[in-house]
């Protein structure tokens, strides 16, 4: 029989997937650097320098004061679950 092109392509194994991804701060800081992969930009000024308000998870600019949630306009932007949830591999 065939080996299986699908079940044995090559990628991330498990383990490895869940040491760079299986915390939320992981999670977090890879969508950072997919959605803003030169820094942070406001959406709405353009500015570049922003903080983060810790206690709601939002990044507020320094220039207009726009708070930017990192999962708005995004596909995790009306979902309540935790990004390891949407993170983990398909299988």
Sequence with gaps: MPRSTVQFQRGLSLTSFLATYGT??????????????????????GHRSCFLIKTRMLYQCTGCRTQTSLMSGTVFGCSKLPLTIWSLPFS
């Design 24 to 45: 939320e701060e992981q999670c977090r800081e890879a969508l950072y650097r997919i959605r803003w992969p030169s820094g942070f930009c406001c959406p709405r000024c």
